[in-house]
C-alpha cells in the first residue's frame, strides 16, 4: 500500500430536503489497495459513489482524486477515475476489440499496444473478436473492466461488479481485482452485497450506516475483533461432556450431533475447557475453534441489517 493517498474523502455531505443522506464522511483511500464500501440497504453508498464520480453536487465537503478536486477540478480529477456503475454498456453488433477501440478513439488513447494489454489483464485477448451481443454477463464484466482501464486510472471505482456472476466468474473478477491493486498499484473502491466475496477481495473495508462511516478497519483486524467464535468438540462419553460444559455455559444452546458438541465462547476459555474435559476423563478426538466472519461482524456492527 502506497504512503499517500490515491482519494481522500474530506467530510462528504448530501442533504436531502432536512435529512442528511451521507453526512460527513472522512476517510483516506491508498494506492495498492481493495477498499470495500459496505451498508444496509439506504446507507447512502450509491449517493457516495455518485458524488465521488461528479454525478451528483456535494452539499458539503469534496474528494480529492490524485491530488485535484472533483468540486473545482472536474476534468482533472476524472481523468485519474475508471468505473462501472451497474452493467458497462456496449454496442452488441460490435466485436470486444471494436468496442475498445472506439472507446479509445473518443478519449484520445491511440496506442493498439495498451487496448492489447488490457484485454491481456482481463482475460479477453481469445474472445475479443466475437460480437459482444454473444458475450455471457460475466464476458461483459471483463469487457467493461477493461475498457474502464484503458486510460491507465490510478482509482478504479465499482458498484457492484460481481452482480450475476458465477462463482467461477466471481473467483475471475476477484483475482482481476487483486492483480490491479497489487502489480499496478492501482486504489480500488468496491460496492458490494457479497460479504463474503469481500472477505477475500479487500484490504480494508468501511461500513457506512444512516449516511455515516461507522467503521474502517483492516478486514483481518475486524473479522478477528469478533469476542465469540464456534467451538467445535469431537468427544466420548458425550452425555458426560454435556454435563461439564452446561456448568460452563447454563444459559446457552449447545448443538449435537453424533459425538460432536457446537457451541459458542470466547477463545480465552478454550484451554480451561480443554483441561477439565481431559481430567474428567473425556476423550477428546477434535478440537477445533472457527473464527467469525465479515458477514458476522457486519451485523453485529450494524444491529442486524441487512446489506444492499
Not at 440497504?41 to 459513489?49: C, D, E, L, R
Not at 466475496?197 to 450506516?209: H, S
Given at each position: ?16 430536503g ?48 490524485n ?84 486510460h ?16 467461477a ?13 497489487e ?89 480451561e475447557l480443554i ?15 472457527n473464527?467469525?466472519?465479515l ?14
Amino acid at each position: 500500500m502506497n504512503e499517500n493517498p490515491i482519494v481522500k474523502i474530506e467530510g462528504l455531505t448530501k442533504t436531502l430536503g432536512r435529512k442528511n443522506v451521507v453526512d460527513d464522511i472522512t476517510v483516506d483511500i491508498y494506492g495498492g489497495e481493495v477498499f470495500g464500501f459496505l451498508g444496509p440497504n439506504g446507507a447512502g453508498k450509491t449517493t457516495t459513489i455518485r458524488m465521488m464520480l461528479g454525478l451528483m453536487k456535494a452539499s458539503k465537503g469534496d474528494v480529492q482524486i490524485n491530488g485535484f478536486s472533483v468540486k473545482k477540478q472536474f476534468v482533472q480529477a476524472m481523468e485519474h477515475v475508471g468505473g462501472i456503475v451497474e452493467n458497462p454498456e456496449m454496442y452488441g453488433y460490435m466485436s470486444g476489440y471494436q468496442n475498445l477501440v472506439h472507446y479509445a478513439r473518443m478519449n484520445g488513447i491511440t496506442t493498439k499496444g495498451r487496448i492489447d494489454q488490457v484485454l491481456d489483464v482481463v482475460g479477453m485477448r481469445e474472445s475479443s473478436g466475437q460480437k459482444v451481443r454473444r458475450y455471457s454477463l460475466g464476458m461483459r464484466q471483463r469487457l467493461g473492466l477493461a475498457q474502464a482501464l484503458l486510460h491507465k486510472p490510478k482509482l478504479l471505482i465499482l458498484d457492484e461488479p460481481t452482480n450475476g456472476l458465477d462463482p467461477a466468474g466471481i473467483r475471475e473478477m476477484r483475482r482481476h481485482l487483486r492483480y490491479l491493486a497489487e502489480e499496478e498499484g492501482m486504489a480500488v473502491f468496491v460496492s458490494s452485497h457479497l460479504l463474503s466475496e469481500m472477505e477475500l477481495m479487500c484490504d480494508r473495508i468501511g461500513i457506512i450506516q444512516t449516511g455515516k462511516l461507522i467503521d474502517v478497519q483492516n478486514v483481518h483486524d475486524f473479522v478477528g475483533g469478533i469476542e465469540e467464535k464456534t467451538l467445535h468438540l469431537t468427544v466420548d462419553p458425550i452425555r458426560e461432556a454435556q454435563k461439564i460444559l452446561k456448568v460452563h455455559f447454563p444459559k446457552q444452546t449447545m448443538i449435537t450431533k453424533g459425538k460432536t458438541i457446537q457451541l459458542q465462547t470466547a477463545p480465552d476459555k478454550v484451554p480451561e475447557l480443554i483441561t477439565e474435559l481431559a481430567g474428567a476423563g473425556i476423550n477428546i478426538y477434535e478440537a477445533s475453534l472457527n473464527g467469525g466472519t465479515l458477514e458476522d461482524k457486519f451485523l453485529k456492527v450494524t444491529g442486524g441489517e441487512g446489506v444492499v
